[in-house]
Nanobody
Framework: QEQLVESGGGLVQPGGSLRLSCAASGFTLDYYAIGWFRQAPGKEREGVSCISRSDDTTYYADSVKGRFTISRDNAKNTVYLLMNSLKPEDTAVYYC???????????????WGQGIQVTVSS
């Protein structure tokens, strides 16, 4: 059964760092584009970053550019989101998703993780 599982979330102080992991089982991640999305309370789900399936081109939302880095480790069948210089406004549930094309539209992804909480607070 195809499954994505996020890990690495938690509580961090402003300016701190976290690395989220998205591990796949039941399918091979390097055949897919991967997106990270987040949803804060009362807000719509928004795209944070994505990495293409063809040449690992990376894309970032303006709000996280220069602070977040997406990468993949095909040997571990895992994609990462390294988040530096975290701000309170980064607080949200973060989701990873796998699809055939890099997209900022969450509806275009085929597989989804269950989400993981990231809280940035002093």
């Amino acid at each position: 059964q195809e499954q994505l599982v996020e890990s690495g979330g938690g509580l961090v102080q402003p300016g701190g760092s976290l690395r989220l992991s998205c591990a796949a089982s039941g399918f091979t991640l390097d055949y897919y584009a991967i997106g990270w999305f987040r949803q804060a309370p009362g807000k719509e789900r928004e795209g944070v970053s994505c990495i293409s399936r063809s040449d690992d081109t990376t894309y970032y939302a303006d709000s996280v550019k220069g602070r977040f880095t997406i990468s993949r480790d095909n040997a571990k069948n895992t994609v990462y989101l390294l988040m530096n210089s975290l701000k309170p406004e980064d607080t949200a549930v973060y989701y990873c998703a796998a699809g055939f094309y890099s997209s900022w539209y969450w509806e275009e992804y085929k597989y989804w993780g269950q989400g993981i909480q990231v809280t940035v607070s002093s």
